[in-house]
């Protein structure tokens, strides 16, 4: 009985995590930025629109870091997402070097 009240009693707290960390980006914040990145209107597969995405989802999750210095689980995401955008970088300057140097141009990574 003592484990069920515990339980009931820590739920809204996990239903605060599970809304902040699912529910990252809004549908509107994606919107917006797959329109300034994206090839065309309803494009969200291209290298471009995906680092876009991760480059917004990354300095969020820094900024959450800032404040919770403690939360190594989040830390891990971040560095999974880090690489999963310094690949698709990587692919994007093999494909196309001035696509790669316009991207993070806008997007104001590097230099």
């Known amino acids: 009985m003592l484990q069920f009240a515990v339980a009931t009693r820590m739920r809204p707290v996990a239903d605060r995590w599970i809304w902040s960390y699912f529910v990252a980006l809004t549908a509107e914040q994606k919107k917006e930025i797959l329109s300034q990145y ?13 680092v876009a995405l991760l480059t917004k ?21 971040l560095l999974l997402l880090v690489g999963r955008r310094r690949r698709l ?15 993070i141009e806008r ?3 590097r230099r």
Do not use: F, N
Request: avoid cysteine; charge should be neutral.
């Open 57 to 77: 989802r990354i300095t969020d999750l820094t900024e959450h870091l800032k404040v919770h210095k403690h939360d190594h689980h989040s830390r891990r995401g």
């Open 89 to 103: 970088l990587k692919y994007v300057a093999q494909v196309d070097v001035e696509r790669y140097r316009s991207l």
């Open 107 to 109: 997007l104001g990574l």
């Open 38 to 50: 994206g090839l065309h209107e309803t494009d969200t597969g291209s290298p471009e629109a995906q």
